[in-house]
């Protein structure tokens, strides 16, 4: 039996794809491994987001050669979708499976390797590669490729036009995963506000009928576009599956700078929202993206961000320092930042927002969530997340993985990343002796 290593980098629609991928080739005959030197046949799903994330693409690539230089190698992705010929001619790759294509890349990957793998050696269809692969958050992908053009952005160039999947497709793999042991799922996306305006139905939509014909105990939002939030939006939150946590990318907090960006939500809207959100949904949890260094950010535009980060107090922010895509319209903006000005911005961004992280973590100390468990960490502890998405970890001499779990948070650690809790009692509901039947 052939072995195949999957591997992903960049975002959680990246993610979700693997594990549609890890699903088809089980049942197709193949084995996945963990180990990239056992492996027959190497999948990378690549990342171009960013200069560095292209960069971190092309040296995943060259490490699996390294480590595997007689396996089949396959690469699909945006940097794949982006540079097809660099990948297949600079890199060596056997097979170069554009996004357009991804759906397609089991059935094609079979064409080049002409394996004597047989189907009916395959797994059933509600066989569970996500668990087999260690991880026990499972991410749905309901929509693909984005109608905007922020300036920046060259993922729209690379993932194409919006297309939505039906909703009675998405609501039936979430109850196979619910069947197989999983107990989280995440709704991902390109442009996940806009599901549905290819099939006359919005997120809203989509978010009650997976509540309504699902039991499975979380359900998370992948990152959604401010400006798309239907009006009844918080109103979902008071179904305690959906987790109360949400990214909502605001790139900067100067207007002058967000319209240049082509952004379609000013700062006082988003701050608008973030309050909406508070006021209506207890302890919600906010975090965002912000770009340092966007062509021509002056020094008062950036206090400005500086300024709203101090007003917003975002739990977490994923900061990128601006890089140049060919193909986007910044590219061509006058006054590009320097690169020491970007990384002292970044620098300062991320000192604030380690203070906020650990302010915003301390006020949930003393109190009781429930945890799903993912994995041990290298001090013998038991990790996983609350609803609100926040890190936590405990002791228990018990095998936790991908349990529910009862935790009384006690205190913050000295990162101030991690809540410390102690284990209080475990869903029985999910305990693995039960998904053993």
Not at 131 to 151: P, S
Request: with cysteine; charged share 25%.
């Amino acid at each position: 039996m052939k072995h195949v290593y999957l591997q992903a980098l960049g975002c959680r629609l990246n993610e979700a794809e693997l594990e549609t991928w890890s699903r088809d080739f089980l049942q197709q005959g193949f084995n996945l491994t963990e180990d990239v030197a056992q492996a027959d046949l190497v999948v990378v799903n690549t990342c171009a987001v960013t200069q560095e994330s292209a960069r971190k693409s092309r040296n995943l690539i060259r490490r699996a050669q390294r480590h595997n230089p007689h396996a089949k190698l396959v690469i699909s992705g945006c940097y794949a979708t982006l540079s097809p010929d660099q990948a297949a001619d600079e890199l060596g790759v056997d097979l170069v499976v554009p996004n357009q294509d991804k759906e397609r890349l089991v059935n094609m990957t079979r064409q080049i390797v002409d394996w004597p793998v047989m189907p009916q050696g395959g797994m059933e269809p509600d066989a569970i590669p996500l668990l087999m692969r260690g991880r026990q958050r499972a991410f749905i992908k309901v929509q693909d490729g984005c109608r905007y053009r922020c300036t920046y952005c060259v993922v729209t160039l690379a993932r194409g036009n919006e297309r939505s999947r039906p909703i009675d497709e998405v609501v039936a793999e979430i109850q196979s995963l619910e069947r197989q042991g999983v107990h989280e799922v995440v709704l991902a996306g390109v442009h996940l506000g806009g599901y549905g305006t290819d099939l006359g139905l919005t997120l809203s939509d989509l978010i009650e009928s997976v509540l309504r014909n699902t039991s499975i105990p979380r359900i998370r939002l992948g990152s959604v576009e401010p400006w798309d939030l239907p009006t009844d939006f918080w109103c979902l939150f008071a179904n305690s599956r959906l987790m109360p946590h949400l990214h909502l990318p605001i790139q900067s907090g100067s207007d002058s700078v967000l319209k240049r960006m082509s952004r379609r939500c000013k700062t006082a809207e988003f701050a608008e929202l973030v309050h909406q959100a508070r006021q209506q949904i207890k302890d919600f949890i906010v975090t965002t993206d912000i770009i340092v260094g966007f062509p021509g950010e002056t020094a008062t535009e950036w206090r400005e961000t500086l300024d709203y980060v101090e007003q917003i107090r975002f739990a977490h922010v994923h900061i990128f320092s601006y890089s140049a895509r060919v193909g986007t319209k910044a590219a061509s903006l006058p006054s590009p930042v320097e690169r020491s000005v970007k990384r002292e911005r970044s620098q300062q961004l991320h000192a604030l927002v380690a203070q906020h992280k650990a302010e915003i973590l301390r006020q949930f100390v003393g109190k009781q969530y429930e945890v799903l468990v993912e994995n041990q960490d290298d001090l013998g502890q038991w990790v996983g997340y609350t609803p609100h998405f926040l890190r936590v970890a405990m002791h228990s001499p018990h095998d936790l993985q991908n349990q529910l779990v009862k935790v009384r948070l006690e205190q913050l650690d000295s990162g101030g990343n991690t809540l410390l809790g102690r284990l209080e009692s475990v869903d029985q509901r999910v305990t693995k002796s039960n998904l053993d039947h």
